[in-house]
């Protein structure tokens, strides 16, 4: 399996934005289901934003009303828009993408809103 590879992680204050990226190529990409999830040290992996392959979207509680999840099937992308960025946003950031071969990860990457 060809993993999702995920940018756009950093530094930030409370209060910033950032956009994470994750592209994963491949002639099944428009079909998938995406997912952004982020995990914490010690913590489980959550679920924070969905979009089917027929555009509809979910977002945790936590994160309604400040993240956008948005695709560009052309492009194989997926985005994760962050804005109004809280400390408890910390964590690394894990692309999951569901196709007819599975569901498969990326390597993450890091986001850190400093306090």
């Known amino acids: 399996q060809v993993q999702p590879v995920e940018s756009g992680g950093g530094l930030v204050e409370p209060g910033g934005s950032l956009r994470l990226a994750c592209e994963r190529p491949?002639?099944?990409?428009?079909?998938?289901?995406l997912g952004w999830w982020r995990q914490s040290p010690g913590k489980k992996r959550e679920l924070v934003a969905q979009?089917?392959?027929?555009?509809?979207?979910n977002y945790a509680n936590s994160v309604k009303g400040r993240f956008t999840i948005s695709r560009v099937n052309a492009k194989y992308l997926v985005f994760l828009q962050m804005n109004s960025l809280k400390p408890e946003d910390t964590g690394k950031y894990y692309c999951?993408?569901?196709?007819?071969?599975?569901?498969?990860w990326g390597q993450g990457t890091q986001v850190t809103v400093s306090s």
């Open positions: 999951n993408v569901q196709d007819s071969t599975g569901s498969i």
């Open positions: 491949g002639v099944t990409f428009s079909a998938s289901d």
């Open positions: 979009i089917t392959r027929s555009g509809f979207t």
